[in-house]
């Protein structure tokens, strides 16, 4: 289909070709560029909110993360770890005893790796079991470098998804890499057998017996000749049963025999001195949720109790004289002396601070409980110890920062709140695959956070619902942000009519009374929410996009019903060329406000292709109706880096919406947050990385700020000769003006910039750069490695000379006392 390009696009376009095609030959030896901006020509408005982000439980943005809960798997849901499988190592950890004794990834990413079996040539073989929603699973072989901490050594993965059929080969050299994979899909009815041969480079993985390989492979660059092997799954239980490898002819069958496992949920440890206890995790008796943890003490004379962490067992930051406030449920039977809590360093030697419940009684209660550290440690654990015969029941822990410590009062961790505030976002988008889980549901996520019932999450099973669609709300409203979230699609019509009267209700209303009673008496700022996420992506099926169709109208009249203002997001995934997107748009055309579109990001010229995608989804909206008021919303730039490259990304995206900002509201990169060297998936594409301790940006935080900090409301025209891709925007009184400049070339360009109808030779001009290598980021060690640098230039009047670094974003800031005449 052709595509019509808007005039002001036209020149873009035709020279990014010119570009693409001549880069390799003749930039190295024509350094030299022009750019030519014409401030009187005005060509179309900025979207006000484009500086947006997206967040959602997805590594533990949340959970972990944002919510200042410190203890991670408070409500004890996770099931008891085996202790280990003979021969076997696990990493990170977390692996359950399925049916038959077979071992089952409890979360997402988990690794069994084989301690003494070593392949080069051979192979090696196993039999998976898929539950109802496993996302994949797979065989791990030439593994190097399985150390405890690195969940991700060198070596392979041989990789299906339930839901796709496909056989992935996966290499693990500096980052996750597809390499391979097969052409047809592969009939998965519950298990399947799975079969990789080695022969040097050269890889084949067979499957269900079959006699030709589902994949054919040679790894020419750089290829793993040797190492461990092991097993894998990610998201959710995946059983494994005879494993074996074969190597000289000679086959050898390794068992996956569990150990003895100590009966403790997974987030927590058992922790004893000088007693003997029994654990179990109870799933008759809890206050919430599938299970409770019960702490039996049997005999001795010292203490017995459990532990917590932290997000993954990665240690509890805290600092002398802060006062953490918590709570937590118990119950007992045949004790009569106190519980006592702690925090206490990691080994359990130093204790920081302590507080003691007396008289728990037979039936669960809240007992709240107030601490202070006496130490400064950031990694730290909560203990939770009873000294006396008897058995105690546990359950709903929390431990927060007081008031005065988290973000507005909120129970939010303040630094990493303020820390988004300082990126200089505008808009934030709640929503991504997490609410795609049959148990996400509004109803779920009010009243009091502890005792609102866990869920079964997409991404971590055991999610907990003390942060929902409401905190999210706070959040965006304590920080200035626009907040939009999304919601599942299933959810019933009478549940989300009875959310938005709750959220946006007079206080007269039913609903609106309950909100004021649960403390925010004005209703919530909202303008948009989200049918659905990245609904149909799974294959391009009319019944499905006819469903999808079906439930968005039976939710629009829900939503409008209560609050007619409220703008709805089609979140069909964008096919242009399927004959199925103009279903979708019939039926929410006049309803729906925004087409969610999701990108990709991580290539430094990612905005050519947004750019013009843009345009064929602005074109075929016009096409099905010339009188159509539908628009775009890019609710995720997406990815697996975070560094500068990725930063560059964003920076041509950005001036792609730019370049059709009447068309586009916003611009959300994902994820907004990553906790560091905790990424369980493929999306290692965090904005902000946190430690329990520490909070920093990557590359990409700072091209967002970059952008924010010099947003003027109109594009105008700029012509550009060579490879720099660029927008120039001014302010209404044209009086500030501001150039964008991506170099994703590996030279510096020497630029003339020529100013027309600007008053040049009397503007202040400052200049704001982000540059370095594709590839750095930032750690705890550099956190600052990658920033953008402030400098003034001299004012050459409307004829500027400027060196534009190579892999660079570049801002060139003008500000003028007199408006210039147009």
């Known amino acids: 289909m052709a595509i019509k390009l808007n005039p002001s696009n036209k020149i873009f376009f035709i020279r990014m070709v010119v570009c693409t095609l001549s880069f390799t030959s003749v930039t190295a030896l024509a350094q030299t560029s022009q750019i030519t901006v014409d401030a009187a020509k005005v060509l179309n408005k900025i979207p006000a909110e484009m500086y947006g982000s997206c967040a959602e439980d997805v590594n533990h943005e949340i959970y972990g993360g944002l919510y200042d809960q410190r203890l991670f798997g408070e409500s004890f849901e996770e099931p008891a770890p085996a202790n280990g499988f003979a021969g076997w190592r696990q990493l990170p950890a977390a692996w359950r005893i399925g049916g038959g004794g077979n071992p089952s990834s409890a979360a997402p990413g988990f690794k069994l790796i084989h301690n003494n079996t070593f392949i080069k040539n051979g192979s090696f073989e196993a039999t998976i079991t898929f539950a109802d929603r496993a996302r994949n699973a797979g065989l791990l072989v030439r593994m190097n470098n399985v150390i405890p901490g690195n969940p991700a050594p060198n070596g392979y993965a041989i990789e299906i998804s339930k839901g796709r059929g496909r056989v992935i080969i996966k290499k693990y050299l500096n980052g996750w890499h597809d390499v391979a994979r097969s052409s047809v899909e592969t009939d998965i009815n519950g298990s399947i057998y799975l079969r990789v041969e080695l022969q040097g480079g050269h890889i084949k993985v067979y499957t269900n017996n079959e006699q030709q390989p589902a994949v054919d492979f040679t790894d020419t660059k750089s290829p793993i000749l040797s190492g461990q092997i092991g097993i894998y799954a990610n998201n959710d239980a995946s059983a494994f049963s005879k494993c074996a490898v074969v190597v000289s002819g000679v086959r050898i069958n ?284 799974w294959g391009d099926k009319r019944e499905d996009y006819q469903h999808y169709a079906e439930r968005f109208n039976v939710l629009y009249n829900a939503i409008h019903a209560k609050n007619p203002e409220i703008n709805l997001v089609c979140s069909v995934w964008w096919r242009p060329k399927s004959q199925n997107m103009e279903l979708v748009f019939n039926a929410i055309n006049r309803k729906a406000s925004y087409w969610d579109l999701h990108t990709d990001a991580d290539e430094a010229n990612a905005g050519a292709k947004v750019d013009t995608n843009l345009q064929i989804m602005h074109d075929l909206f016009k096409k099905w109706d010339p009188n159509t008021t539908l628009k775009c919303a890019i609710f995720e730039e997406n990815g697996g880096l975070h560094n500068l490259q990725r930063a560059l990304g964003h920076a041509t995206t950005l001036n792609a919406v730019r370049r ?110 982000l540059s370095g290598n594709p590839d750095d980021e930032n750690t705890p060690q550099k956190p600052e490695k990658i920033k953008s640098i402030k400098k003034q230039i001299l004012n050459a009047g409307n004829k500027i000379e400027y060196d534009f670094p190579a892999y660079s974003y570049t801002i060139l800031s003008f500000k003028n006392k007199t408006s210039p005449v147009f």
Not at 312 to 337: M, P, T
Not at 677 to 682: E, G, I
Not at 685 to 709: D, E, K, L, N
Request: positive net charge; charged residues 20%.
């Open 660 to 769: 059709h900002g009447d068309f586009v509201l916003t611009s959300c990169p994902a994820n907004a947050l990553q906790p560091y060297l905790q990424n369980d998936n493929d999306w290692d594409q965090g904005q902000i990385f946190f430690t329990p301790a520490r909070v920093w940006g990557m590359p990409p935080f700072y091209a967002q700020q970059m952008a924010s900090v010099n947003h003027l409301p109109l594009r105008i025209d700029s012509q550009t000769d060579g490879p720099l891709d660029v927008t120039a925007t001014r302010s209404d009184d044209g009086k500030t003006m501001a150039i964008h400049v991506v170099n994703t070339g590996k030279v510096n360009l020497k630029t003339e910039i020529n100013l027309k109808n600007f008053a040049g030779r009397k503007a202040q001009i400052q200049t704001i750069t």
């Open 254 to 537: 390794l068992p996956l025999t569990p150990a003895v496992s100590t009966r403790v949920s997974f987030q927590w440890n058992a922790i004893s001195k000088n007693a003997r206890a029994i654990y179990q995790l109870d799933t008759t008796t809890s206050f919430t949720g599938r299970q409770s943890q019960v702490i039996q003490f049997v005999s001795g004379k010292g203490r017995a109790g459990i532990a917590n962490s932290g997000l993954n067992h990665w240690g509890i930051a805290v600092k002398k004289g802060q006062q953490f406030n918590g709570s937590i449920y118990l119950r007992s039977e045949s004790f009569s002396g106190s519980v006592t809590l702690t925090l206490e360093s990691a080994d359990g030697n130093i204790t920081y601070a302590s507080a003691q419940i007396q008289q728990v009684g037979k039936s669960w209660k809240k007992y709240a409980f107030s601490i202070i550290a006496t130490k400064t440690d950031s990694n730290s654990r909560f203990a939770i110890y009873i000294g006396k015969k008897g058995r105690l029941w546990v359950d709903q822990a929390t431990l927060m920062n007081a008031h005065n410590k988290v973000f507005k009062d909120l129970p939010f961790r303040e630094d990493i709140g303020v820390m988004m505030q300082k990126q200089g976002l505008n808009f934030l988008r709640y929503g991504g695959t997490m609410v795609n889980a049959p148990e996400y549901r509004w109803k779920n996520m009010i009243g009091k956070p502890d005792q609102r019932p866990p869920y079964k999450g997409h991404w971590y099973p055991y999610g907990s619902n003390g942060f929902g669609i409401e905190e999210f709300l706070k959040f965006c409203e304590a920080s200035s942000f626009e907040p939009a979230f999304a919601i599942n699609v299933e959810d019933s019509a009478q549940d989300i009519a009875d959310m938005v009267e709750y959220l946006t209700g007079d206080i007269k209303s039913v609903g609106g009374k309950k909100r004021a009673a649960a403390g925010h008496a004005m209703s919530y700022k909202l303008r948009y929410i989200e049918i659905g996420n990245e609904e149909v992506i």
